[in-house]
């Protein structure tokens, strides 16, 4: 399995070189990995999800990239992302998660959106703004079966069963949402799709979605029709019981700004939260946690230079992150260290701060220059 290719300096556009730090996302990677996931289960379509930015990826270069490998269906949490989904994707469904919040049907019909509807007074609203529009309008029903965040209970569902009210508000689409999908044993998964599947024998002929990028690892039953994966796509785990079967997709890499030698009793950073207990070679790297790197890996996580794990020291700044490049002799002014890629995954670097990859993900930050990778281009 290849990772995104370090770009070398000689192929940088000179808008990449006035950031300190760059974030390199292979889009071709995605669309691959959007292949794989869909290959799990033949009989089901395979949405995207493209939240948050696609998962900090962009979603404006995201959402074409998938389309031309075949997706047709997205998703997003907020109408505002909706739009900007709309924009980049003029002909895809594009369900909106968080479903209709008051007051936001026009907006949503205006922008040919469909929300993913979670109660009876969701329900009746949007019905009723397909009776004013004098046409149907599609959305999903959320069925809560575990989560209780979103979506109408088991019972609710079950007694809403030739109920004309979901014909009238257009659902097109029955989904619920695992609590537990990446503990593969956990009975809870057993329990969600058993009152799925009474959920979706009530209402026959419409289609149902169950399976995050975890769920889709569950089995056929989680397939259901139309899969949601999201953290996978990005390359994030969705099996962390075993390897990870995708391919990486982002690469976050900082320019060393400066490189001293300190002596034993030397100490770095805010609050001298690191002693030397002999002498070392520090290296200042410019990115810090205003880049989106969490400040909770201060002390805990690391960064590849040269293929060596330089621990970082101290306390991360907003702007800086000090690392231990002892063993790392080749490590001078400018060169490229590596936060984020190869032996660093997104899971790696979420365990290291204390949270999970998909965190890592969506904290990427806006500062600095992103550059995609294609597949065509060097
Ligand atoms: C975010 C989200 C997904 C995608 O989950 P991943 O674990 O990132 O694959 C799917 N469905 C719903 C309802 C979500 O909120």
Same mark, same amino acid.
């Given at each position: 399995m290849r990772g995104p290719r370090s770009v070398s300096q000689?192929?940088?556009?000179i808008q990449d070189l006035t950031h300190g730090a760059r974030l390199t996302v292979d889009l071709a990677a995605i669309a691959e990995n959007w292949r794989r996931l869909g290959a799990q289960a033949p009989d089901a379509a395979c949405a995207a999800v493209v939240k948050a930015d696609a998962y900090g990826c962009g979603l404006a270069r995201v959402a074409p990239a998938l389309w031309a490998a075949g997706c047709r269906t997205f998703f997003v949490a907020h109408l505002s992302e909706g739009i900007s989904a709309r924009a980049a994707l003029p002909e895809a469904t594009i369900y909106v998660l !968080?479903?209709?919040?008051?007051?936001?049907g026009p907006a949503l019909v205006a922008h040919d959106l469909r929300p993913v509807l979670g109660s009876g007074e969701e329900l009746a609203e949007w019905a009723a703004l397909a009776e004013s529009a004098g046409r149907r309008l599609p959305a999903a029903l959320h069925v809560d079966t575990?989560? !209780?965040?979103l979506g109408l209970p088991v019972p609710e569902a079950l007694a809403? /069963?030739?109920?004309p009210l979901i014909a009238r508000a257009g659902i097109a689409l029955l989904m619920t949402h695992l609590v @537990?999908?990446?503990?593969?044993?956990?009975p809870i998964n057993a329990r969600q799709a058993a009152d799925f599947a009474r959920v979706r024998a009530a209402h026959p002929g419409i289609p149902g979605s169950f399976a995050n990028s975890s769920g889709i690892y569950l089995g056929g039953p989680a397939h259901h029709d139309l899969l949601r994966p999201g953290y996978a796509l990005f390359?994030? !785990?969705?099996?962390?019981?075993?390897?990870?079967?995708m391919r990486p997709v982002v690469r976050l890499e900082a320019q060393i700004a400066q490189v001293r030698t300190v002596s034993a009793g030397e100490t770095c950073g805010y609050n001298a939260r690191w002693r030397a207990a002999e002498p070392r070679r520090l290296a200042t790297l @410019?990115?810090?946690?205003?880049?989106?790197?969490?400040?909770? /890996?201060?002390?805990r996580g690391m960064a590849l230079v040269d293929g060596a794990r330089c621990p970082i020291l101290g306390l991360i700044s907003m702007d800086l992150i000090i690392l231990d490049v002892t063993d790392a002799p080749?490590?001078?002014?400018?060169t490229s260290a590596t936060?984020?890629?190869?032996?660093?995954d997104v899971d790696t670097v979420g365990r290291a701060a204390g949270t999970i990859g998909y965190e890592i993900l969506t904290g990427l930050g806006s500062r600095y220059v992103r550059h995609y990778m294609t597949g065509h281009d060097a």
């Open positions: 000689g192929d940088l556009a !968080n479903g209709l919040l008051p007051g936001l575990g989560m !209780n965040r809403l /069963a030739g109920d @537990s999908a990446e503990l593969s044993g956990d390359g994030g !785990n969705p099996t962390p019981w075993k390897a990870n079967p @410019s990115m810090g946690y205003a880049d989106g790197y969490p400040r909770a /890996a201060s002390g080749g490590a001078v002014r400018g936060l984020i890629g190869d032996a660093l």
